[in-house]
């Protein structure tokens, strides 16, 4: 178990990464709280040591990504209406509206790596280690991404 002071450096560093990986997931303010919450749970109770920064970072965007994943799959999940929609304010905390509504609009396997790359800045070596896929897969997603988003923003391409 972590200490008091741990599990608050982690929330500092880590909180809005964790948000912005759940809302792209998610689309729910209430149910990006409660992964946000069960994260960082996690991480207290999580006993392993990490090797790096680096690391303990991608730890975290992982069990995210899986809790994400597993509340999607759940049966109440799946059989609920949400009633709590995002706002357009929470959006705009975050990122540009536009490109948020554009990129929450691409496919799972196109948001995952646009976000991981663009928003977290990690290259596509890391992206494929972190997502477990083939580096050239990533390299892939990433270009037909950015064309998606280039013919939907009607503008540049990403850099």
């Known amino acids: 178990m972590r200490s008091e002071e741990e599990a608050n450096r982690a929330v500092e560093q880590y909180a809005d990464m964790v948000r912005r990986i759940c809302f792209l997931q998610l689309k729910n303010y209430a149910d990006v709280e409660d ?13 392993g040591t990490f090797e790096s920064d680096a690391h303990e970072k ?5 069990v995210t990504i899986n809790a994400c994943k597993d509340l999607l799959k759940s049966f109440f999940h799946q059989k609920t209406v949400p009633l709590d929609i995002i706002t357009e304010a929470a959006v705009a905390e975050q990122v540009d509206r536009e490109l948020l509504t554009a990129v ?9 790596v646009i976000y991981l790359h663009y928003f ?19 390299y892939s997603r990433i ?6 988003l280039k013919k939907q923003l ?3 391409e990403l850099e």
Do not use: H
Not at 143 to 148: I, N, V
């Open 104 to 112: 929450l609009s691409l496919q799972k396997k196109y948001k995952d």
């Open 143 to 148: 270009s037909r991404a950015r064309k998606l």
């Open 35 to 47: 992964i946000f919450q069960t994260v960082f749970l996690k991480y207290v109770l999580y006993s």
């Open 120 to 138: 977290e800045g990690y290259s596509a070596v890391e992206i494929a280690r972190i997502l477990g896929g083939n580096e050239n897969t990533i």
């Open 154 to 156: 009607g503008g540049e």
């Open 58 to 62: 991608a730890w975290f965007i992982r």
